[in-house]
């Protein structure tokens, strides 16, 4: 008798956010999805130009509506398994901190987020990061030692909110 593989079956791990992300996933979802009748407008015209092995304009149509249909799917995932992480306020720094720190007297701000919700360029940083994960659990005016390659970079945390 064979056995069956039952990880195929298991409920996908949740998806924690903080309102923000979640809110931004949400928008994004309903931007593409009243996006889409217009798409599909779109490919339906350009079926009617005749030749689609030379239609630029259907090739071009049926491309944007796969990309449409393709994040409605992932964004859809994303809101059906994501929870949203109400902060505790607990005078550490945890999920949803927005954390002050300072290195080589420059201070920088960073809010602790998701790996879905980073973008260090706007100053969001993953909680499985290098720097998140070392940030996690820390009390002002403590430091962190974060290794980058041959170099250490100190970090001090000056305030958590």
Known sequence: MKRRDFR?????KQIVFTKEG???V????????????????????SRELGDLSENGYY?????????????LLRLGSMLK???????KKSGVVEFGSLVTLKT???KIIYTIVSKHEANPSEGKISNVSPL???LIGKRESEKVNLALGE??????VLRIR
Do not use: F
């Open 8 to 12: 195929l079956y298991q409920k996908p």
């Open 22 to 24: 979640y809110d931004d």
């Open 26 to 45: 949400q928008k994004k979802y309903d931007e593409l999805k009243a996006e889409r009748p217009s798409a599909v407008e779109h490919l339906k015209k």
């Open 59 to 71: 090739k071009a149509s049926r491309q944007r509506l796969s990309y449409i249909d393709s994040q």
């Open 81 to 87: 398994y994501g929870v949203v992480h109400t902060q």
């Open 104 to 106: 080589n007297d420059k």
């Open 132 to 134: 998140g994960k070392q």
């Open 151 to 156: 170099k250490t970079v100190i970090y001090e």
